[in-house]
């Protein structure tokens, strides 16, 4: 697999500028969350909220319209995962100095990416191989998106009085933790079966 193999077809789908999108709108998030610490009017949460949500609704839309429209590309198989990849780290670290999400938190997402990302790209480029999102990833990234939500709105439930905060937080690790262990599971069989193979 060559780094020119990627741009093979159509460059500029719907699906890939909406992905494209979602990596843009995620600064938005928290430049309207600093106008609103700084000037206290809550009217700039709101609109966060909404850019938050149709964040989250692009995620769904591009995989959609992709196959919708016959638009898979091997770019945008490749960008796709990196885009929200730098999405979540962006409205992660967002969220941490404006709303109070938990810095150990961001910081094991961020480390979780990083290995994916690249344990991902190793595959790709030498075994054209791309490991789909697996029913734990999707769960983590629901249950992240929920503690996003949470944390921006800043709601202050309690449930059998535990934060409805620390609940989503530790379901989102909970997650984590799951989703991590599958895909490397996967990941490793992959590698180190074809390695075997080589060496026979």
């Not at 800043?154 to 059998?160: A, G, K, Q, R």
Request: glycine fraction near 4%.
């Amino acid at each position: 697999m060559q780094i020119c193999d990627l741009f093979e077809g159509r460059i500029a789908t719907w699906s890939n500028l909406i992905s494209l999108l979602r990596v843009l709108l995620a600064p938005v998030v928290g430049l309207l969350l600093y106008y609103e610490k700084t000037t206290t009017d809550t009217v700039y949460c709101s609109i966060a909220v909404i850019v938050y949500v149709l964040i989250a609704l692009s995620d769904i839309a591009d995989g959609y319209l992709a196959r919708y429209l016959h638009q898979v590309s091997r770019i945008g198989q490749f960008l796709d995962p990196v885009a929200d990849k730098l999405t979540i780290f962006i409205l992660s670290l967002v969220l941490y100095f404006f709303k109070g999400f938990p810095l150990w938190l961001v910081i094991v997402i961020v480390v979780r990416d990083i290995c994916h990302i690249a344990a991902g790209v190793l595959l790709f480029y030498t075994h054209d191989i791309q490991v789909r999102p697996s029913n734990a990833g999707k769960c983590m990234v629901f249950f992240l998106g929920m503690t996003g939500f949470i944390y921006i709105v800043n709601l202050s439930y309690s449930v059998m009085g535990i934060s409805i905060k620390h609940i989503f937080v530790a379901l989102t690790t909970v997650f984590i933790v799951l989703s991590t262990v599958v895909h490397w599971n996967i990941y490793s069989k992959i590698y180190f079966t074809s390695k075997s193979v080589s060496s026979k």
